[in-house]
């Protein structure tokens, strides 16, 4: 098992400037088209979310590098490639993030709520790096996360939920 956070989105959904808040520094990769590993982090590229055909390759990504995983969803688009129910196929902890929220109004925000609900996410957050909005909250996510690592692992596997089957 390993102890990165992953972050699965689009290309420009912000997953590099939440990994750098993850890791406590910037990068300078952006826009690659691979597997983008950091010390904490592990980013995958959009075109794997693009192609339904890759995301068994992120399934197997999380079930064998992840601690937990961010779906990201770009608020400035509709655009959304998620399969229904894909974040249910793993039982890693996951967090549903709309980014660029601050340009949403309150419909916009509701019809993101509903495409993470059926994707299957548990957890959400609307998050603006332009505002602040949501950074705390993101932050204090991550540290959850990391320390549920330290937890022995017949309690940390009953503090979370039980996977469903598609």
């Known amino acids: 098992m390993s102890d990165r956070f992953v972050f699965i989105g689009l290309d420009g959904s912000g997953k590099s400037t939440l990994a750098d808040m993850v890791e406590g520094c910037s990068s300078d990769h952006r826009h690659r088209e691979d597997c983008y590993y950091r010390p904490q982090t592990l980013e995958i590229p959009g075109h794997y979310v693009e192609n339904h055909w890759m995301h068994n390759v992120i399934l197997m ?3 064998n590098q992840a601690c937990a995983f961010v779906l990201l969803l770009d608020g400035t688009t509709r655009l959304s490639y998620y399969s229904s129910g894909f974040a249910k ?3 890693k902890p996951g967090l549903a993030v709309v980014t660029k929220c601050d340009v949403l109004d309150e419909a916009q925000r509701e019809e993101a709520r509903m495409r993470l609900a059926d994707v299957g ?3 959400l957050l609307f998050l603006s790096t332009k505002t602040g909005e949501g950074v705390r909250e993101f932050k204090q996510w991550v540290a959850k996360q990391k320390r549920a690592l330290h937890l022995p692992m017949e309690q940390r596997e009953n503090e979370r939920r039980q996977p469903c089957t598609i």
């Open 89 to 91: 196929a793993t039982r």
């Open 61 to 63: 990504l999380l079930h």
């Open 121 to 123: 996410c548990h957890e």
